[in-house]
Nanobody, 122 residues
Framework: QVQLVESGGGLVQAGGSLRLSCAAS????????MGWFRQAPGKEREFVVA????????DYADSVKGRFTISRDNAKNTVYLQMNSLKPEDTAVYYC???????????????WGQGAQVTVSS
């Protein structure tokens, strides 16, 4: 049973930084792609970034490119999302997700975490 547990959300002023963590457990993730998604109030969930566990290839949404960085720690089975230069429009619940495979795609994720609230004040 795959489990994904996010942590690190909170309240930050515009221009500030936060780092989210996603602790993954339940199996070996070598053949997985890990992703971050977010959902703002009244909006649909949207793709943020994905990383291939083996090799570390990434795919970023245009809205976060240059500001957010995804990384993973193989030893800790943890994926991180470093968010810099945060804007009020980044306010959302952020979800960690996982899917089997090697393709960096923006949909079709099987496993989801419970979400972490990120609030950016202006």
């Amino acid at each position: 049973q795959v489990q994904l547990v996010e942590s690190g959300g909170g309240l930050v002023q515009a221009g500030g930084s936060l780092r989210l963590s996603c602790a993954a457990s339940g199996r070996t993730f070598n053949n997985y792609v890990m992703g971050w998604f977010r959902q703002a109030p009244g909006k649909e969930r949207e793709f943020v970034v994905a990383i291939r566990w083996i090799g570390g290839s990434t795919d970023y949404a245009d809205s976060v490119k240059g500001r957010f960085t995804i990384s993973r720690d193989n030893a800790k089975n943890t994926v991180y999302l470093q968010m810099n230069s945060l804007k009020p429009e980044d306010t959302a619940v952020y979800y960690c997700a996982a899917r089997i495979g090697y393709m960096l795609i923006r949909s079709g994720y099987t496993y989801w975490g419970q979400g972490a609230q990120v609030t950016v004040s202006s």
